[in-house]
């Protein structure tokens, strides 16, 4: 078969819920319960299905992200230790999620802090998200302040167990930007790593078109300030012509970008729009069936995607943004050295030097005597 990419990783999957309600929720089941008043979801483990499409598209690694209400940290550590070779997985908040949407406790800042530093404590966690801890109550206004100070929270447990944390705080509906919320945390910690997810173009956003990524790259680039480099970009949500912005932008490039989206995120459906910006995308849909009675095949259409660029990006660049980046970034198994671009002033600009080895010595998991 064809493979994509010399090793390639989805940074962004859930394969531990199929989104059906457990018990009986109250009022209308829209399908995506991601905040603990709209109840739990039953935990499913979708793996069979996901290893299937990982073997049929050429994924080598998927990263793991709990987020909804009802999957644990327990559930997505069990699947890397099942798995070790195709998974590694994200912690939150998740155990508190499911007990304030039994109303059995209370969200706080502090008891969220504890959860995830006791996984992170167990070392079988390579970062904090899908959705950094927060309270969830439709009827919490926040300020700029109090969640940069929330954030500040975790993001010195990102730092202390050397992990990274995700953003995804575009999604709340702020009376205030939170791209600049990601700037300063950019600026406040810059030895700590934070991945946009999405890039900001999740549910919904196809309606402002490249709006989102713009301020995406914007905040990446760190045009501005002396950081940004800390900042690395989701693709995986991307249409093709998405990613000519990113890699056109001189203070962006090839190595701040992570092939993954949301394989698995089964309230989303796929559209195409031929000769419409953007060509196509992936939503909820409101006058759909709220969940799919299908498994959405996310691989074959971001892949589709990939297939688009190849005219305008060499293989060399494919490499890094559908697995070299998230190789590196999160140490994985690779099975060979010398497999990822290095060493180029045109991509790493004046820290050009460390980028060599790309992948170290230790990072190598060799399959056989070759090499």
Not at 183 to 189: D, G, K, P, T, V
């Amino acid at each position: 078969m064809h493979y994509e990419a010399r090793f390639v990783v989805d940074t962004h999957v859930h394969i531990t819920t199929l989104y059906r309600p457990k018990g009986k929720p109250q009022g209308t089941w829209t399908g995506l319960p991601s905040a603990p008043d709209e109840g739990e979801v039953e935990y499913f483990d979708n793996s069979p299905l996901c290893l299937y499409d990982m073997k049929r598209y050429g994924i080598d690694m998927c990263l793991l992200k709990p987020s909804v209400v009802g999957t644990t940290n327990e559930a997505q550590a069990e699947l890397v230790e099942r798995y070790p070779d195709k998974f590694r997985a994200f912690c939150s908040d998740q155990t508190l999620k499911i007990k304030c949407a039994r109303g059995e406790a209370k969200w706080s800042v502090e008891a969220a802090a504890e959860e995830v530093e006791a996984a992170l404590k167990t070392g079988k966690f390579i970062g904090i998200g899908e959705f950094v801890p927060r309270n969830w109550d439709r009827k919490k206004v926040y300020g700029f302040e109090e969640r940069l100070n929330e954030y500040r929270i975790f993001m010195d447990l990102a730092r202390k167990y050397n992990v990274t944390i995700d953003f995804h705080e575009f999604a709340w509906g702020y009376e205030w930007d939170p791209w600049k919320l990601l700037a300063r945390l950019s600026n406040e910690y810059p030895d700590v790593n934070i991945i946009a997810c999405h890039s900001g173009h999740s549910i919904g956003s196809y309606v402002e078109g490249d709006k989102a990524i713009r301020k995406a790259c914007a905040v990446a680039g760190g045009a501005d300030r002396a950081s940004g480099d800390n900042i690395y970009l989701e693709t995986g949500t991307w249409p093709a012509e998405y990613f000519k912005i990113a890699l056109e932008d001189p203070n962006v490039g090839v190595s701040q970008l992570l092939w993954g989206g949301d394989y698995g995120h089964v309230p989303q459906y796929i559209i195409a729009r031929p000769g419409k910006s953007p060509s196509s995308f992936s939503s909820m849909m409101k006058r759909f069936p709220p969940v799919p009675g299908y498994q959405i095949d996310w691989w074959g259409w971001a892949i589709h995607q990939i297939h688009k660029i190849r005219d305008w990006v060499t293989q060399d660049e494919i490499n890094l943004i559908m697995g070299g980046n998230a190789a590196r970034l999160w140490k994985l198994p690779v099975p060979h050295e010398r497999m990822f671009m290095e060493g180029r002033p045109d991509v790493w600009g004046i820290h050009w030097e460390k980028s060599m080895p790309f992948i170290p010595r230790s990072q190598v998991k060799y399959p056989d005597k070759e090499g």
